[in-house]
């Protein structure tokens, strides 16, 4: 892996977590992290990779929701050339590719009950066949899992095996979400911040009063909520601060989501205004539009 994931913070919850990491990396045996969408199961996951005996082998994931069975099936245990229509040729499984190393498998919630049912064979037995073959193939796996649902509620619904449940949960760490752990706010503010202008010769001073308007706000999208937030305010802000007027809550808070009506995409513009750390006449020069048509294209954000 190219760079070792962090976690910021110093509250309780977070200190119980990286106790976790730390006993949960010294064992082989099956992790189930739960938690809210976007409090950072992905980053435990990869420090308790990074923490283990498995750190030099591959780190492979999968997020299988909206997948379809045929395609989660492909994906994770491999086919055989001729195993179904557009299969011209045999290919590897996601779960053979992570051998050595470790397998985080998130939103695990979301597969059906047949594909729940080849996953735990995949765990019981340390074997996985590819589909349209008949022969198994070992492999040395580090199982992490993730989902943001209630697990036994769907047991005792008949949607997840309670058998799988039970073989899935050895280890498992539910992780706090971020209005639960407001003292961390703080730090991952110039965290985050810092992080969008290391490359930069000067950084951007964030004002008090945004450290006290995002400290009143609940984060419902958590950590990734906030990385989002930032994002926005750094793009608005002049002079090298940001300053309240700068911090938004938006339904549009996922970056990827937004869709201009023109060739230039908002991750450039982002990137460009970076670069100039906030000077948009430098931005809008690199991008060859004029300042007004990039602040006519920054306001669309606001729509």
Do not use: W
């Not at 435990?44 to 990779?49: G, L, P, S, T």
């Not at 040729?89 to 080849?118: C, M, R, W, Y």
């Amino acid at each position: 892996m190219n760079k070792e994931p962090k976690l910021i913070g110093k509250s309780p919850p977070i200190q119980k977590l990286r106790q976790f990491i730390e006993k949960s990396a010294k064992s082989d045996a099956t992790v189930l992290l739960l938690g809210e969408t976007g409090v950072g199961k992905e980053i435990a996951a990869k420090m308790i990779h990074c923490s283990s005996d498995r750190k030099e082998g591959p780190f492979v994931k999968i997020n299988c929701a909206n997948l379809s069975d045929t395609l989660i099936e492909s994906v994770l245990f491999g086919h055989k050339k001729g195993a179904f229509t557009g299969a011209v040729f045999d290919k590897q499984g996601l779960i053979e590719e992570a051998n050595g190393g470790t397998f985080f498998f998130d939103e695990v919630a979301d597969i059906s009950p047949n594909i729940q049912a080849k996953f735990l064979s995949v765990l019981e037995d340390k074997e996985s066949r590819r589909l349209g073959e008949n022969k198994t193939r070992k492999i040395d796996v580090r199982f992490i899992l993730a989902t943001n649902k209630d697990l036994f509620k769907l047991v005792e619904k008949g949607k997840f095996r309670e058998d799988l449940y039970y073989r899935i949960g050895v280890l498992s760490f539910q992780i706090s979400p971020l209005r639960d752990r407001k003292d961390d706010l703080p730090l991952l503010i110039d965290f985050i911040v810092e992080r969008n202008c290391q490359s930069q010769s000067e950084s951007l001073r964030v004002s008090q009063e945004v450290y006290g308007k995002l400290l009143a706000h609940s984060f419902p999208g958590n950590v990734r909520e906030l990385e989002n937030i930032l994002e926005r305010a750094i793009v608005f802000s002049d002079n090298f601060v940001i300053e309240e007027k700068n911090i938004m809550f938006s339904r549009i808070t996922n970056r990827t989501k937004v869709k201009y009506r023109s060739r230039y995409s908002f991750e450039k513009i982002l990137d460009t205004i970076i670069k100039h750390r906030g000077n948009k006449t430098k931005a809008a020069k690199e991008l060859g539009i004029s300042r007004v048509h990039l602040y006519r294209l920054l306001d669309e954000l606001k729509k």
